[in-house]
């Protein structure tokens, strides 16, 4: 699918959600919105994940392999 960004009003009837939901899920992150003057545009499709979404699903694996890491030296140590 094709990278395509999308008025706010064509995302709540593709979706058929509201305007207050919508919003909350630009907010949220959930989806990737651009606001341009008043006006805002959702971004659809592509396979392409907004840099905010990156960075944070990046940190969040760091955490992991930290934990696990810890997990295991915390297990070694107990043999």
Known sequence: MEEEWISLNEFMRRKNIGHDVALQMIYNGDVEGKKY???W???IGGDTVSRQVYEEEH???IEAETTIKLLQNILLERK
Do not use: L, Q, T, V
């Open 59 to 61: 940190k969040k694996r």
């Open 41 to 43: 545009k959702i971004k």
């Open 37 to 39: 003057g008043s006006r």
